[in-house]
């Protein structure tokens, strides 16, 4: 176990350091009891044999009283490590859920949402329900090594045996832990996978049948499974062949002290009870080194978890989003300022050179052609993504500038496939404020003209809407969010596609709705459909990261022949 791994768990056991202590001590204590009673067993039959039955009676007495306390000891001992075994899970379970919220949006192109899941929930059980099994371990080897001592005082021919024994089981487990460790990596990464599949075709159910795909992702998800317990059988293939090569040495080392007892007893090298006493303790012995063989699976497994939690509390794979120190409300006027993007270094610059001023109160829209980069500034304003060069300024401040809440307070956005929680409806909005009033809701949602038709559900606020929004049309969940934008009271709304999915009489609703906001909010829309934003203040058309022509509708008609083209097919389409 490397540095790293054990500095991360001594950071969340150092707060339960005395209760671990007292835990030990209770197994530690179990274990050597354990051990006086081989003695007493052995001894209790030497004195069968010599006729001193009331001694022999008297041993198997103490012999059942250390039974007894030993049993109260270990009961002890697993309530003090299980309780503060789920108080280790639970911190450690939180703080990676929690790490992940600050990773940057990269990390969510580049891993699964399967990979981030397991390392949330299967990674954090992983090591704590290991880590107890090593404890128990630790006792053990205690255990032994008081055996050990015991076997040398009486015989160091025994002793002997039993130390070149460790010394070849010691470097034969070293060379197997590896290929082990690598086995457990891959199984991880197999179960991301699948993870990843399971839960895109759970959330996609609806459009996987519409589309009479359901046998063909149902294959694609087999392939990951049956991939996964490959992987796992291989494991079973790998570690039965070391486990019969441990139990076929283990049989040899038995059957060794077994034969040499016999000849000490015969020359009177040792007595009785030491040759009864090594029935019992021979077995401790190969329950160790059993325990060690099946111990080795899950130390690598905690090793393994432990790693890949350590790469993101550690920020060895992402760098955590970094915030400035301006808290304040702001007016909402913004400089896009030399701007230079791209989504990595291998791909082509998706803003180039750009610039774009942005007044307050005002409905400033984005067009042109697909990969134009419209969606991409909102990707950096929100600061999902930071730029390569140049700045982005929000009242003349930096938008780095601003702490983390500031930023989002002032920002609200609305998709054109918006993210709805699996709640109610009214809890969708308690979200963002508990204590809201169902009257207030009701409000926002009247100017999303979305209320009516809550109202008409037999559940009306209190309707579960589905994971994802499942049980609403693209239209509803559409003006959901935008009632449930309006109800963040940023000053800077950003609008992408956000009337797409509505029909032409509930987009001259919204229309109108984003229009009466402009008087006291700078709205920001990215549109196809240029009947949506006619109206706008101020209407950019971009072409290859830049903003090639900016003005009214009015003025773009005269000006460029690009954007009445554009304008000229989007009325064909409407009709």
Not at 179 to 189: F, G, S, Y
Request: proline share 1%; charged share 25%.
């Amino acid at each position: 176990m490397n540095k790293k791994v054990i500095k991360f768990l001594w950071e969340y056991l150092k707060e339960y350091k005395i209760k671990y202590l007292f835990g030990a001590v209770f197994v530690i204590g179990a274990s050597l009891i354990s051990i006086l009673t081989g003695y007493l067993n052995g001894l209790s039959v030497e004195k069968i044999t010599t006729f001193e039955f009331k001694l022999s009676i008297l041993a198997l007495i103490i012999y059942f009283i250390f039974n007894l306390i030993q049993s109260l000891l270990r009961k002890v001992s697993n309530v003090i490590f299980q309780k503060v075994s789920n108080d280790v899970m639970e911190k450690i379970t939180y703080n990676v859920f929690e790490k992940i919220g600050l990773l940057p949006a990269k990390a969510f192109e580049e891993k699964s949402s399967g990979e981030l899941i397991n390392r949330v929930t299967g990674d954090s059980t992983n090591i704590v329900s290991n880590l107890n099994q090593l404890i128990w371990i630790g006792s053990d080897i205690v255990a032994i090594i008081v055996i050990a001592i015991y076997i040398l005082i009486n015989s160091w021919v025994i002793f002997l045996e039993i130390a070149i024994y460790l010394i070849i089981f010691y470097f034969f487990t070293k060379k197997y832990m590896p290929k082990l460790k690598e086995n457990q990596k891959e199984i991880k990464n197999e179960i991301d996978k699948t993870t990843s599949k399971v839960n895109e075709a759970i959330r996609g159910v609806r459009e996987i049948r519409a589309l009479g795909i359901r046998e063909k992702i149902n294959k694609r998800v087999k392939k990951d499974i049956v991939e996964v317990f490959k992987k796992r059988n291989e494991t079973v293939d790998f570690t039965e062949n070391y486990y019969a090569i441990v139990r076929y040495m283990n049989a040899t080392l038995e059957a060794l002290v077994f034969i040499s007892c016999i000849f000490l007893l015969m020359y009177g090298q040792v007595n009785l009870t030491f040759v009864i006493a090594m029935t019992w303790y021979i077995y401790r012995f190969m329950h160790l080194f059993e325990s060690i063989t099946s111990i080795s699976t899950s130390f690598q497994t905690l090793v393994v978890s432990a790693e890949r939690i350590l790469e993101l509390l550690n920020n060895t794979l992402y760098k955590d989003m970094k915030f400035g120190m301006v808290n304040k409300k702001v007016e909402g006027n913004i400089i896009f300022k030399n701007i230079n993007f791209s989504y990595s270094v291998d791909e082509p610059e998706i803003l180039k050179n750009f610039n774009l001023e942005i007044e307050k109160n005002k409905v400033t829209a984005l067009v042109g052609k697909s990969g134009g980069g419209k969606t991409t500034i909102f990707n950096l304003l929100l600061r999902y993504f930071d730029v390569n060069d140049g700045e982005i300024l929000i009242d003349s401040v930096n938008i780095k500038d601003f702490t983390e809440k500031s930023l989002q307070q002032n920002t609200a956005i609305i998709r054109q496939d918006p993210f709805l929680f699996n709640l109610t409806i009214l809890e969708n909005f308690r979200i963002l404020d508990e204590k809201v009033s169902l009257k207030k809701v009701r409000e926002y949602c009247k100017k999303a003209e979305i209320d009516e038709y809550i109202m008409s559900l037999p559940n009306s606020y209190d309707t579960l809407i589905g994971e994802g929004g499942i049980n609403l049309s693209g239209g509803q969940k559409q003006r959901l969010a935008i009632a449930r934008a309006l109800m963040k009271e940023s000053k800077i709304l950003l609008l992408d596609e956000a009337t797409s999915a509505l029909d032409n009489v509930n987009q001259e609703k919204i229309k109108k709705v984003i229009m009466n906001l402009a008087k006291d909010h700078t709205i920001i829309i990215v549109a196809h459909r240029l009947s949506t934003i006619i109206d706008a203040d101020l209407i950019c058309f971009m072409e290859q990261g830049q903003v090639k022509i900016r003005g009214t509708h009015k003025e773009l008609l005269r000006k460029s022949k690009e954007y009445k083209k554009l304008y000229l097919n989007d009325e064909i389409n409407e009709m």
